[in-house]
């Protein structure tokens, strides 16, 4: 079963279509950049697939599950447990500590107390960020930042992860290690990673292309 199965999705804004027929799959363990001039729906497409989005059409599929039949509470439920997201600006919880926002996805699924705390920890070492586990974000750098977005996007072990543009926001040093960290991490859980970017440098982590132009996928699928 792939983990994500997207199917002639279409999208307008405002009478003017975004996506025109988007199809593509992704499988287990799978690590995909998508691509594409800027405006042609890269982000739209990662939306719609991660659910926080509604296309006008066709269908998306992870896990098994299509989200257009899911209730409001089934779909919360599904992107908790089968989704983790990494953003260009982080969107770390400001007054929760490193380590808080990373136990984060953890609570929310109910995941025991003394498990959590242990997951935690192991994941802040593996991503070198322990000596700033009681830090609120605003007192990291970007990088430390990405690094705990990237923990927090995988200590539940979701099927899938979602990236978009994760270096956008660092230098280039600091970018490839954080690329590094995300195949690396991504590669030992076994998830799939659909990852938006401009950066040449990203798309040598991933082992496939979707080149996107005008609203469809036009290498790739
Ligand atoms: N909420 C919205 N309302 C109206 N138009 C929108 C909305 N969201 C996106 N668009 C338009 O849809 C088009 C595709 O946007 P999208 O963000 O998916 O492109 P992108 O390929 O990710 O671009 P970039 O590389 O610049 O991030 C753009 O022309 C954008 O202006």
Request: proline share 5%.
């Amino acid at each position: 079963m792939p983990v994500l199965e997207v199917q002639s999705l279409s999208k307008s804004y405002a009478q003017r279509a975004i996506l025109r027929g988007v199809s593509f799959r992704l499988d287990r363990g799978e690590r995909v950049a998508l691509l594409g001039p800027s405006g042609s729906g890269k982000t739209t497409v990662l939306n719609c697939a991660g659910g926080v989005d509604r296309a006008d059409g066709g269908s998306v599929v992870i896990a098994g599950q299509e989200l257009g039949g899911l209730s409001a509470d089934g779909l919360a439920q599904l992107r908790r447990k089968q989704i983790g997201t990494v953003f260009q600006f982080y969107h770390l919880l400001p007054t929760l500590s490193a380590a808080e926002n990373i136990e984060l996805p953890l609570q929310l699924l109910g995941v025991p107390p003394g498990e959590r705390e242990a997951r935690v920890r192991e994941l802040m070492g593996r991503v070198g960020i322990a000596h700033r586990a009681a830090a609120l974000p605003g007192q990291l750098s970007g990088g430390e930042m990405q690094r705990v977005a990237i923990a927090r996007a995988v200590v539940h072990r979701p099927a899938l992860i979602l990236a978009d543009e994760p270096t956008g926001s660092l230098d280039t040093a600091t970018g490839e290690q954080v690329l590094d960290l995300l195949a690396e991490v991504v590669k030992e859980t076994q998830a799939a990673l659909l990852l938006v970017t401009h950066s040449p440098e990203a798309v040598k982590h991933c082992e496939r292309v979707l080149r996107m132009q005008d609203g469809q996928i036009v290498e790739g699928a």
